[in-house]
């Protein structure tokens, strides 16, 4: 079993509130989760309206798995709209 964990940097150019900024990261988590299967959070930047930070943990059977999986969510991330993906650390346990 291999567990991988992403420490993500985002931009939010469209957010002019911490009140948009949460419905912008709420709607993106919500997809993120139903779309994969992994836990996040948060983790950094939450007073900043246009700066996020999340921590993204994904767990599979193989190596190859926990690839496919990171590089899924990688992807998913640049496609977004109103978030801009900065940064993108990946760990693997």
Known sequence: MLVA???IQLH???CKSLKEKRFVLN???DRLRSRFNLALCETDYQDKWQRS???IV???GSRKGVD???QAITTFLERQERAVLIECDKEFY
């Open 5 to 7: 964990c992403l420490r």
């Open 12 to 14: 939010l150019p469209g």
């Open 27 to 29: 709607s993106l988590k």
């Open 53 to 55: 930070a999340l921590a």
């Open 58 to 60: 994904t767990i599979a």
């Open 68 to 70: 496919k999986s990171v």
